[in-house]
């Protein structure tokens, strides 16, 4: 399978708990992306990677968010201190990154759902 | 202001017929990408269609085309001959070309349920 893939798919885990989720992007692609999406909303973006630079990062929710891409390669986003709110599906996305190019097209991967009790 | 505004939160449409979704945009920049994205069940986002803010011709795809109307800032999805496999969560989003955040910005989506 040469798409997106994320791990896990499902998350359940206590308030005050630390989250790491993985997403390991198609291969040729030097882009990746981090999205959130709340029940019956569109998904929101977070933050994203030019190679291992991230290159924005004013959109993460708070503090507690933390994204990773150390070799340009998979990513990691980090969650510290769950919150209830923080229960959503976590889309990771990657591009070629034709740079400044608007139709650069993003392929999503399956998505982790959290959920925080 | 919102940036993507998709009017229809649910739709319902008869097997084999044509069916419009309607998305609006708000943008200043002059260089901006609009997309369609089909979200079934399972929760994948599936890529449809795209259209380049300085293509003056609408995008098509297969069964999917983009009416682009620049001037009222609208990208409408046509989805012709709908099928059942059809049913989804459909997405509007636009990538702005001004030097800012790369991601992507979408709509609340359409629920679109074809009946046989």
């Known amino acids: 399978d040469t798409g997106v893939s994320q791990d896990p798919r499902h998350k359940i885990t206590k308030r005050g708990q630390n989250v790491t989720f993985r997403c390991d992007p198609i291969s040729e692609h030097n882009r990746l992306y981090w999205y959130r999406q709340t029940l019956g909303q569109g998904p929101e973006f977070l933050t994203y990677?030019?190679?291992?630079?991230?290159?924005?990062k004013s959109r993460l929710l708070s503090d507690r968010f933390s994204a990773e891409r150390p070799k340009g390669s998979f990513s990691t986003l980090e969650i510290q201190r769950t919150e209830q709110g923080d229960s959503a599906m976590y889309l990771c996305?990657?591009?070629?990154?034709?740079?400044?190019?608007?139709?650069?097209?993003?392929?999503f991967g399956p998505g982790t759902r959290l959920t925080v009790l | 202001a919102q940036k993507i505004t998709q009017t229809q939160p649910g739709m319902f449409v008869q097997e084999k017929e044509a069916v419009t979704l309607d998305c609006t945009y708000d943008?200043?920049?002059?260089?901006?990408?609009l997309f369609w994205y089909k979200q079934p069940s399972s929760g994948e986002m599936i890529f449809l269609i795209y259209?380049?803010?300085?293509?003056?011709q609408n995008a098509t795809e297969g069964r999917y085309s983009l009416n682009f109307q620049k001037a009222r800032k609208s990208a409408n999805l046509v989805i012709s001959a709908s099928q059942l496999g059809d049913s989804a969560m459909y997405f509007c989003a636009m990538r702005e070309g001004g030097g800012g955040a790369d991601g992507l910005t979408f709509g609340k989506g359409t629920h679109l349920i074809i009946q046989p």
């Open positions: 996305a990657s591009s070629l990154g034709m740079g400044g190019d608007v139709l650069d097209e993003q392929f």
């Open positions: 943008t200043s920049d002059q260089s901006y990408g």
């Open positions: 990677f030019q190679n291992e630079a991230q290159l924005e």
């Open positions: 259209q380049g803010s300085y293509d003056e």
